[in-house]
T-cell receptor, first 113, second 114 residues
Framework: GENVEQHPSTLSVQEGDSAVIKCTYS??????FPWYKQELGKRPQLIID?????GEKKDQRIAVTLNKTAKHFSLHITETQPEDSAVYFC????????????FGTGTLLAVQP | NAGVMQNPRHLVRRRGQEARLRCSPM?????VYWYRQLPEEGLKFMVY????????ESGMPKERFSAEFPKEGPSILRIQQVVRGDSAAYFC????????????FGPGTRLTVT
């Protein structure tokens, strides 16, 4: 069945360091991969996404890479700041008749000042 | 441009009562999705609706749960005869028509069953 695995479950970094979160997906038909940031008690916020026809996408300090062959995608945050502390979720979707997102289990990122 | 709206933000129900959760999509969006987030867990897909149509309900429990998105008005997720295990945050998301994938989430409804 459809499954997205996410690692690590927790990640602690020093302010200014980089953070990397990795996800793998099971359904080779998946073609859309968003990343959401969720602060405590708040809604998930879309921070970046990538489609299967692209290998890498960058937006300021955030970048996402996709390896379709390995069914693997990653979130990279550079120059981390305390306000980056949150839970990050990866997700995968096949689009088409259903756009449902299959989410990973989340990574709690703590940026230590 | 208002974002996705959900109400109520918090809902307390006793076991056996009914819960009705409402979602108004972003302006111009005609696709609505409901997800459930149990405490300390990720988001699980429940149902995908377009106006007057259920497109995918593969994540909905077989009993007590139903959803609709009428021609006029918000989408509604209805939970009948709630049990303690229904306590969770229920998030609605919307996306534009035309196969665009981005989903934007509402603030959620936190349901507590006592």
């Amino acid at each position: 069945g459809e499954n997205v695995e996410q690692h690590p479950s927790t990640l602690s970094v020093q302010e200014g360091d980089s953070a990397v979160i990795k996800c793998t997906y099971s359904d080779s038909a998946s073609n859309y991969f968003p990343w959401y940031k969720q602060e405590l008690g708040k809604r998930p916020q879309l921070i970046i996404d990538i489609r299967s026809n692209v290998g890498e996408k960058k937006d300021q300090r955030i970048a996402v890479t996709l390896n379709k062959t390995a069914k693997h995608f990653s979130l990279h945050i550079t120059e981390t700041q305390p306000e980056d502390s949150a839970v990050y979720f990866c997700a995968a979707s096949k689009g088409g008749a259903t756009n449902k997102l299959i989410f990973g289990t989340g990574t709690l990122l703590a940026v230590q000042p | 441009n208002a974002g996705v709206m959900q109400n109520p933000r918090h809902l307390v129900r006793r076991r056996g009562q009914e819960a009705r959760l409402r979602c108004s999509p972003m302006k111009g969006h005609s696709h609505v999705y409901w997800y459930r987030q149990l405490p300390e867990e990720g988001l699980k897909f429940m149902v995908y609706l377009q106006k007057e149509n259920i497109i995918d309900e593969s994540g909905m429990p077989k009993e007590r749960f139903s959803a609709e998105f009428p021609k006029e008005g918000p989408s509604i997720l209805r939970i009948q005869q709630v049990v303690r295990g229904d306590s969770a945050a229920y998030f609605c998301a919307s996306s534009p028509p035309g196969g665009n994938y981005e989903q934007y989430f509402g603030p959620g409804t936190r349901l507590t069953v006592t």
